[in-house]
């Protein structure tokens, strides 16, 4: 079995090790076939892919879009797509722009429940300041001691119905597909059990996904219990739709599994690397 994993986090979003490191850390454990998949930016593929080669890694590039669909916050993973794409890459600065008042506006709810000083906290664990995002809020809350751990501050603050949380109007979902298949890559529902969809829902939403021209569903991630990965496998396989797999890494400790530490899919799938043949070596993947 490949070990392949193809959702991560560097420094540019909200990882913690750089590119380079990430690459270094996935060449450790034995990643053949790795994808970059940082928040609505693409600056740290080229350095990536350059570290990637040195180590012998199949480097895919890659993207996770922030969508806003009925109300809800999606994320479509883009594989396989064209970083000089300029709808792409315009689309990407423009859901980055609306990142820096966010920001300013989860201090204030932060403040109006006493806790002073997080905008400027937030920014210190920041790596590109145009994606300030809520993980960089909790690295902050964390060390002023107001959680134990990342995951800890968003169940206390940083989701819907808690004090720090901002409601925002990402791309809409037919942009984050025409950018990604525009530019010549794959479009993926990234973690699809995190949304908590009820079943008419998710089917809306994989009718609309799957119209639009979606390739597939990550079945394989930190998110999901080994039942979400049965059921999305299944939902996959209705729809005609592929597999993906990744670890959702951001950094050491902080994400359930580490890079290239995934369960194989669920019998049944047709993984997304199969539509790669031009992509990776055809070896590889046969
Ligand atoms: P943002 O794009 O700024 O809303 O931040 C979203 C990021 O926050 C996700 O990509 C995760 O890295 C992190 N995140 C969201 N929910 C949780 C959670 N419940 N526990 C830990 N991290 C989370
Ligand atoms: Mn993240
Ligand atoms: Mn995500
Ligand atoms: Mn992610």
């Not at 204030?108 to 905008?119: P, V």
């Not at 210190?124 to 990342?150: M, N, P």
């Amino acid at each position: 079995m490949l070990n392949i994993d193809l959702h991560c986090h560097s420094s540019i979003s909200d990882g913690v090790l750089t590119p380079e490191q990430l690459v270094e850390r996935a060449a450790q454990r034995g990643v053949e076939i790795l994808a970059l998949t940082d928040h609505d930016d693409i600056a740290g593929l080229v350095e990536a892919r350059k570290a990637a080669e040195a180590k012998s890694i199949t480097f895919i590039n890659g993207v996770e879009i922030s969508v806003s669909w009925r109300g809800r916050t999606l994320h479509i993973v883009g594989l396989d797509i064209d970083p000089d794409y300029a709808p792409l890459v315009e689309g990407l600065t423009a859901v980055r722009a609306g990142r820096a008042q966010r920001a300013r506006n989860i201090a204030a709810e932060l403040e109006k429940i006493g806790i002073q000083g997080s905008l400027e906290g937030a920014y210190t664990y920041v790596g590109v300041r145009s994606l300030i995002g809520r993980t960089h809020f909790a690295r902050f809350l964390v060390e002023q001691g107001y959680a134990k751990d990342v995951k800890s501050v968003f169940k206390k603050y940083l989701v819907k119905g808690k004090p720090g949380y901002t409601p925002h109007e990402w791309a809409p979902l037919s942009d984050a597909l025409s950018w990604i298949r525009g530019s010549g890559g794959h479009a993926v529902i990234a973690h699809p059990g995190r949304y908590g969809l009820g079943k008419n829902v998710l089917s809306d939403l994989l009718d609309e996904f799957c119209a639009l021209g979606g390739s597939a569903l990550e079945v394989v991630t930190s998110s999901h219990t080994p039942e979400q990965m049965q059921l999305f496998a299944q939902h996959a396989n209705n729809r005609n739709l592929l597999a993906s797999c990744g670890s959702d890494f951001h950094g050491p400790g902080e994400s359930y599994f580490d890079l290239g530490q995934l369960p194989e899919f669920p019998l049944g799938c047709t993984p997304v690397w199969q539509q790669w043949k031009n992509t990776v070596n055809a070896e590889l993947i046969d």
